[in-house]
């Protein structure tokens, strides 16, 4: 198989971490090799962050550039139109569509871009879901990563149960419960 | 058992594997997570110092002594570690010293972008450099076994990319190394002119031998795909080049950075028409290269700046195109870091900015006060300069600019360096102002205990420095404990202390938000006798923003701190829950 390339870009404090993580540990239980990059520090304190998880036969790089991804996750709308440029032709777009003021907006500096949604759509499969609400759904607005983690185990070729034993083994237990149904209602969207 | 680890993870599990006994330093993005790890290994002995250069010598202490002893940190932290580093150079170890150093190309979180592999030749030291989290576990172990065998310390360079990476790693069993005896050996470990004369001449002699091991070693690999190009790569480089170019080319990958071999180098690029460097940073390897003779294209056709990546290669080497992607056709906001909300140091800058001070600033969560809206901070260099660089300042300037002048500082931040410039401050009859941002934590870094938290990296309860008593004990005689969110009480205590003209230290006081022990509840919300005079979004916070003129607070992103409310002069601001 060709490698699959997963970026998975938001704001920092997100949890986009964990979701990598997930993500990692589901790939390696299927028997590929994977790599996962990250970046830690100051970008974490509600800068743009953003993950790679590479999977296949060998990895090599860990890193994505730009129109290398087959799917990106995203946490945040703006965040997706700042990753469209890293997805393949073709690819995919699994957005959270909350919006996160930058401080250049709240300070006035600069504008939310208008109709990111459309915008994205001219280059790309688009799939918009309101994450934060079904993350409250599932009892906690934290939960949107695992939310999403759902929609991004629809796409995939791994089967449902493999997510659902990842999550299992990769959550804390007194989350487990709201993480699962997190999890269902992502899955189900 | 295999496992995905990151390359830190690797490396603190390399050493537990190595059989480590010591393991100190002092946290610094992207190194950290390697001493975090080592918590999990209780066989180890494990700490936070002070600073590096403490670090650095308590292994030095372990090493000789008998016990295979690691130090880890940034590239900036080499700098402070260095004095030592240097001078163990000619003692050599008694138990496997390794220094564990990472760079940090494209300055995801460091101040400049330095090249440690400079240090492995200034201070004639053995360095080793991993691609991935496998090599960083074996590279680990591999320079525990080469600094006993050759007497030397040895050291690990890591990048953000290898440090911040996960891959698989295969896990083995601890190595049940014995404490070695220890000897009194005062002419090899006193470091006099008599004798470091003497040692000198060995670590000469020990350069020679790991030259020669350099040329054999498994470390560096030659692939030969018959090709006419020639890559030689260390690091990440190497699997960015890989990726890039896979069996197009030849490699020569250097998992040994210094010394560099010679005879492999030469006998490589005679098979090869063109031989490629491809190494981020400064051209370390090529002008090795070249010094020999050996015709080699490097920063010509790449960069000396930030990181590569494989599109980068696969240009420069093979002509390739990157793939087609789509280009966003208008500008778009930056989403630089901010301050989190109910961060402490957000009250501080808004103070100091009200006031119009000069600040010289330090390193940590508050640099991020020199940025929009706040802006703050006037400088920022290296750990501990926010103190005595403003001595400098307000020596120069004299006693008008002084009063408009402070220093920021964190509480990890000053026990590691700030204590010495305070200390000049009074010796020198200066008249500053300090002002120690205690949040009870180092935060920048994910949450590290220190000196003043109280806890140990193993979170014991264990003796906290007490910062009033400290700074009485160097001479200040006016101290100030202030909760920077109690607003208007903390711009008097600023204006008073920086007009008297004595120094003086404000301990501005008020746990990290992050901190699980702080418990904001409830969230903010903006009432209909707003006047919209926008004070509250001078405070920069990213829950508070104008929507079309009118100011609201995104309840996703509040977390109840209250400062806002704090700061409403018209009440218009109300804590609800």
Redesign the interface.
């Known amino acids: 198989m060709n490698t699959k390339s997963i970026m998975i870009v938001g ?3 997100q949890g986009t971490l964990l979701a990598s993580r997930i993500l ?2 589901v790939v ?1 239980d299927k028997g590929y ?16 962050v953003v993950t790679y998880v590479k999977y296949g036969e060998a ?5 994505i ?4 991804a087959d799917i990106i996750l995203a946490f945040e709308l ?2 997706a ?2 990753a ?6 073709g690819g995919t777009i699994i957005v959270n569509n ?1 919006k ?14 208008e109709d990111i949604e459309s915008k994205i759509k ?3 499969n688009l799939i918009s879901v309101d994450a ?1 609400s079904l993350a409250k759904e599932a009892g906690n ?1 934290k939960a949107v990563n695992v939310v999403l983690i759902g929609m991004l185990a629809k796409s995939s070729e791994i089967e449902k149960q493999a997510w659902i034993d990842t999550i299992k083994s990769t959550v804390p237990p007194k989350f487990l419960e709201v993480n699962l149904k997190a999890f269902e209602l992502g899955y189900n969207k | 058992m ?1 496992k ?1 680890l990151l390359g830190n993870a690797a490396v603190a599990r390399g050493a537990y594997e190595a059989g480590v006994n010591v393991v100190s330093s002092y946290p610094g ?2 190194s ?2 390697i001493t975090e790890k080592m918590v999990d290994f209780e066989e180890v002995y494990v700490e936070w110092a002070p600073n590096e250069k403490v670090a650095a010598e308590v292994c030095i202490g372990a090493s000789i002594a008998g016990g295979r002893a690691m130090s880890c940190c940034k590239h900036v932290g080499l700098n402070v570690m260095a004095d030592p580093v240097f001078t163990v150079s000619y003692i050599g170890v008694n138990g496997g010293l390794v220094f564990c150093v990472a760079d940090d190309p494209g300055m ?2 460091s101040q400049n972008e330095q090249d440690s592999r400079h240090y492995a030749k200034g201070a004639k030291v053995l360095m080793l450099e991993p691609a ?1 989290s496998a090599e960083c576990k074996e590279f680990t172990k591999k320079a525990f076994e080469l600094s006993e065998k050759y007497d030397t310390p040895v050291f690990i360079r890591l990048s ?2 290898v440090s ?5 790693v295969e896990l083995g069993e601890r190595e049940n190394a014995e404490v070695k005896e220890y000897e009194k050996n005062i002419a090899k470990n006193v470091m006099m002119p008599a004798n470091a004369v003497k040692r000198h001449v060995v670590v000469e002699e020990r350069m020679k031998a790991l030259g020669a091991y350099a040329e054999n070693t498994s470390l560096n690999k030659v692939e030969d795909n018959g090709s006419k190009i020639g890559v030689i790569a260390n690091g ?1 480089t190497y ?2 080049a ?3 170019l896979g069996e197009e080319v030849n490699y020569l990958k250097l998992g040994m950075v210094y010394p560099l071999p010679e005879k492999l180098i030469k006998d490589f690029a005679a098979k090869c028409e063109k031989v490629y460097v491809t190494e981020e940073l400064d051209p370390f390897i090529e002008e090795h290269c070249k010094a020999l003779g050996v015709e080699v294209i490097g920063k010509d056709a790449f960069t000396l700046l930030g990181e590569y ?3 980068m290669i696969a240009k420069a080497i093979l002509g390739k195109d ?7 056709k ?11 909300a109910g961060c402490p140091h957000r009250a501080t800058f808004y103070v100091l900015k009200k006031l119009g001070l000069t600040v010289s600033g330090d390193i940590g ?1 508050y640099t ?1 006060g020199a ?3 706040l802006q703050s901070v006037d400088t920022t260099i290296c750990m501990g300069a926010s103190v005595s660089a403003a001595l400098g300042m307000a020596k120069v300037k004299g006693k008008e600019f002084n009063k408009k002048l402070v220093s920021v500082i964190g509480d990890s931040t000053f026990i590691h360096s700030g204590i010495t410039g305070l200390i000049d401050i009074v010796y020198n009859k200066g008249i500053n102002t300090v002002i120690i941002l205690d949040n009870s934590i180092t935060g ?3 949450h590290q205990d220190n000196p003043t938290t109280g806890l140990t990296i193993r979170g014991e309860a264990t003796k906290q420095v007490n910062l009033v008593k400290l700074a009485e004990a160097v001479g200040i005689e006016h101290i100030v404990v202030a909760d920077p969110f109690d607003v208007k009480n903390f711009e008097k205590v600023v204006k008073a202390e920086t007009e008297r003209e004595e120094p003086s230290v404000i301990i501005a006081q008020r746990p990290c938000a992050l901190l699980k022990k702080v418990k904001y509840t409830g969230n903010c919300s903006i009432g209909d006798n707003c006047k919209k005079c926008k004070l509250c ?1 001078k405070l ?1 916070c ?1 829950a ?3 929507r079309n003129g009118a100011v609201v607070i ?1 309840k ?2 509040c977390n109840g701190c209250g400062l806002c409310v704090n700061v409403c002069p018209f009440g218009a601001i109300k804590k609800e829950g």
């Open positions: 704001v920092g404090g990692g540990n390696i090799d994977v790599k996962l990059s990250e970046v830690h520090g100051m970008s974490q304190r509600g800068g743009s990895v090599h790089s860990p890193i550039c730009k129109g290398e703006l965040e139109y700042r469209l440029p890293y997805l393949k032709e909350q996160i003021n930058p401080m250049p907006v709240i300070t006035g500096a600069a504008d939310y871009p001219e280059n790309a934060l607005i | 295999k995905l993005t992207p950290t997570e995801h979180s991935d953000t990319r911040h990476s996960q891959s698989l990440i699997m960015y890989k990726e890039a990546t494989p599109q990157a793939p087609k992607c789509a280009e966003i208008e500008n778009i906001p930056a989403r630089p870091p901010v301050m989190c969560c991020l940025v929009a809206p920048m870094t994910g979004m920069g990213p508070i923003s104008d995104d996703t992103q």
